[in-house]
């Protein structure tokens, strides 16, 4: 009697959640962060690929104290973890585009003026068009939000400044100026410009580093033949625009900020926007999108709804 030919099954096997959860640990170089990243303790990541590594049968990541890193073959395992996990993805695109699913959650990363001031009654006027999709916000500076948007935390950003990853799309938002900001009762108060050496010489507020506001005011001043703000006497660095204007109100230094943050304290008098001499410092703000991957449906929505009102708020009203 011919025997018939019996085949073993695979010894090695895995799921796509061990897969993600193994993808964030070697990007995020850290189980911690990981955790953060798929919502997980750092004990559940560290069982989850202790798991994962009992079901492939060797070791895919070196723990080197806080830092941990893959394994040779734990390489070939991500390498191939980023296929399967597009493809899963693609997966679910297609079902939720077939099936019209307009709820959720969309994630997005913004740089602190869009953050504060422009985009929450963007949120509110597309929520009430679309009410059972639920925009979460995270403000960053505008490199935190470039590199949160490429390691795939956020779909979509808004940043600042034009980044120059050939990886992000780019679309242009809003435009806006950066002005001179001073106290009502600052000896520059009720001028229309302020030269560079008077910059120089005054107590300045800097925004932090990987800020676009920073990095614009950088970029026009050395466009000038200007010395950029490390040059000035720097009193303190603050990490957000409502910080910069309460050191201002309080009478720490001037700054250069923002005309779209300042909307509230010009028209009530409390602070008062000026020009450097010979300069105007107009900025745009863009939307970033990975090119690499494709976007959800919910992304879509909102991401032409942000284009197709990317005159509103209007611009504000410049300085004459």
């Not at 410092?281 to 942000?306: G, H, N, Q, V």
């Amino acid at each position: 009697m011919k025997k018939t030919a019996t085949h073993a099954s695979p010894s090695v096997d895995f799921d796509l959640r061990q897969l993600q959860i193994f993808q964030k640990v070697v990007e995020l170089g850290s189980f911690s962060k990981a955790g953060e990243a798929v919502h997980l303790a750092q004990a559940s990541v560290s069982e989850r690929i202790a798991n994962l590594e009992d079901a492939v049968g060797a070791r895919l990541l070196d723990r080197l104290g806080r830092q941990v890193s893959p394994t040779k073959l734990g390489e070939l395992l991500y390498k191939h973890s980023l296929t399967l996990l597009e493809m899963k993805r693609h997966a679910s695109l297609e079902i939720e585009a077939f099936l019209g699913i307009t709820k959720g959650t969309i994630n997005l990363g913004c740089s602190t003026i869009p953050g504060e001031y422009i985009l929450p009654n963007l949120i509110g006027r597309f929520r009430r068009e679309h009410p059972s999709i639920t925009v979460s916000l995270t403000i960053g500076n505008s490199r935190k939000i470039e590199a949160w948007v490429l390691e795939g935390r956020y779909e979509l950003g808004i940043i600042g400044s034009k980044s120059s990853s050939k990886t992000l799309i780019s679309h242009e938002l809003w435009r806006d100026e950066l002005v001179v900001a001073v106290s009502a009762s600052h000896p520059w108060a009720g001028r229309k410009t302020v030269s560079h050496k008077e910059l120089s010489e005054a107590p300045y507020i800097s925004r932090e580093a990987g800020s676009g506001t920073l990095q614009t005011t950088e970029n026009y001043l050395r466009s000038r033949g200007i010395e950029g703000t490390e040059s000035f006497h720097i009193v303190a660095r603050f990490g957000t625009s409502t910080a910069v204007k309460e050191g201002i109100k309080a009478g720490l230094g001037f700054s250069i900020i923002s005309y779209f943050a300042l909307d509230t304290e010009i028209k009530t008098g409390i602070l008062t926007p000026l020009r450097v001499k010979d300069l105007v410092m107009f900025r745009r703000f863009y939307l970033i999108k990975d090119r690499r991957r494709t976007a959800s449906p919910l992304c879509k929505a909102f991401a032409e709804f942000l284009l197709a009102s990317s005159n509103i708020p209007e611009v504000p009203k410049l300085i004459r």
